[in-house]
Structures are given as C-alpha cells and as structure tokens.
C-alpha cells in the first residue's frame, strides 16, 4: 500500500450554533489542512497519484471555504461548520474529484489552531 499527503490552508470564519461558551459567537480561523490517499497500485510511471492532481483537488476544495463565513454553505445549513465535520466534508468533495480504483481518500485533518486538530477518516 501506498500513501500520499499533501497539505493547504483556509482562512474562515464560523459561529457553532448551540455551544455553550465562546464558540457561539462568530470568530476565525486559519484552518490546516492535510489530505491523505491511499493507494494499492503505481501507474505506468510509478506514481499512486500525481501530486499535481491532488494539489488541484485539494485547492478547488479549500477555495470554496476560504474566506466565506462558513455557517452559510448549504453543506453547513443543517450542521455545525465545526473542525470535525469541515474535515468530512473536504473529504468528501476531494473523494468525489479524485477517487478511482485503487486509490482512495484515507484521512483529512483540518487543524484549526497549531494545537488543536480533527480528522475524519476511512480505513
Ligand atoms: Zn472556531
């Protein structure tokens, strides 16, 4: 097995609906980001996956978060933007963009302070 990562920011602002304590009011962030793929074969070339690719994917991604106030994304109508389910949804959107047989999106961590981090994942 193969695994990649690469790594990008997001600055956005939040609000968590809900919370009791400092976090319900909106406040920002320079989110962290790192992607993890996985991959059980090599192409022709020798690569899981050319980090250009997943470069692009990733950044499509992030520019849609970056600098938007978070909690107005359809994705976040219903849930809370928090660092957890910001990690799923990036998770998602770079699976859709770059999944194919034999590779796969293991892990996203959205750090949102340089000692606090989320990640969701999939073996
Ligand atoms: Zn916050």
Redesign the pocket.
């Known amino acids: 097995m193969y695994e990649l990562k690469v790594e990008d920011a997001f600055a956005a602002a939040?609000n968590l609906r809900g919370y009791e304590g400092q976090?319900e009011a909106l406040?920002g962030?320079n989110w962290k980001v790192e992607v993890v793929v996985r991959a059980d074969r090599l192409d022709d070339v020798g690569l899981a996956v050319d980090f250009k690719e997943l470069k692009e994917a990733t950044q499509a991604v992030l520019d849609e978060l970056d600098h938007v106030y978070l909690n107005d994304l359809p994705a976040f109508k219903d849930e809370n933007p928090s660092s957890e389910l910001i990690a799923r949804y990036i998770f998602e959107e770079i699976a859709r963009r770059v999944e194919r047989e034999g590779l796969w999106v293991h892990r996203v961590t959205a750090w949102?302070s340089d000692k606090a981090c989320a990640s969701y994942l999939r073996d």
């Open positions: 939040h976090c406040h962030h949102e």
